[in-house]
């Protein structure tokens, strides 16, 4: 029983709806760029999603079966809310990136973007690696000033200032499996500050 739970913010239909939504878009612009590119190249092989763990396990699994390309599928772990504190206090990759992004079209795919500091980050590296393009993906982006400036391409839902869980954001660990965006009974924030 989820008893913490006290209100949704988005339910399931809402979710499924706009996650379909959402991949075919994605589908239709890299298909778009793979077409403009020489035939003769490496056709559909070159789409990248990466997805940052564990928050964007469940959007992710979701979101790629939505979009009927040829892709790889990377993991990355990246901490940005160690134990039970609401308040970010920075991102630090917790995994290593794949090697081989160059020239290929990468989606980085996340919950949610917050202070910018998670996206930011995985943003930087793969550009290191000269990727052909790199685009952004997330659920929900919280309507708040950002630590760093970082854009979205695709965006699920913009919320308010609310912390939230379920469908894969946590606290604490905990509330990955509710099926839906939901508003924890108060009080959480700064449980461990
Ligand atoms: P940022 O680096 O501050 O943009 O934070 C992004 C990460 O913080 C996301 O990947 C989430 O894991 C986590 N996060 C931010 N806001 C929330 C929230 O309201 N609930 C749960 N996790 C959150
Ligand atoms: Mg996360």
Do not use: W
């Not at 793979?34 to 396990?57: F, H, K, P, S, W």
């Amino acid at each position: 029983m989820m008893l913490d739970i006290e209100r949704t913010l988005i339910d399931r239909d809402a979710i499924a709806a706009r996650v379909r939504e959402m991949g075919s878009q994605i589908a239709r612009d890299l298909e778009r760029d793979l077409n403009a590119e020489d035939a003769g190249a490496d056709y559909g092989g070159r789409v990248a999603i990466i997805a940052v763990m564990t928050g964007a396990l469940i959007f992710t699994a979701d979101l790629v079966r939505e979009m009927p390309l040829k892709l790889s599928l990377e993991l990355v772990t990246v901490s940005s809310y160690p134990g039970s504190s609401t308040m970010s206090k920075g991102a630090a990759m917790r995994s290593v990136l794949p090697k081989d992004l160059r020239g290929k079209h990468v989606l980085i795919v996340d919950d949610i973007l917050d202070s910018g500091q998670t996206l930011d980050l995985v943003k930087r590296l793969v550009q290191e690696q000269s990727p052909a393009t790199v685009r952004i993906c997330v659920l929900l982006r919280k309507l708040v000033p950002r630590v760093v400036e970082v854009a979205a391409e695709y965006v699920g839902f913009d919320i308010p200032n609310e912390f939230v869980v379920g469908y894969g954001l946590d606290f604490d660990g905990y509330y990955r499996n509710h099926p839906e965006i939901a508003v924890l009974r108060q009080p959480v924030s700064g449980a461990d500050a």
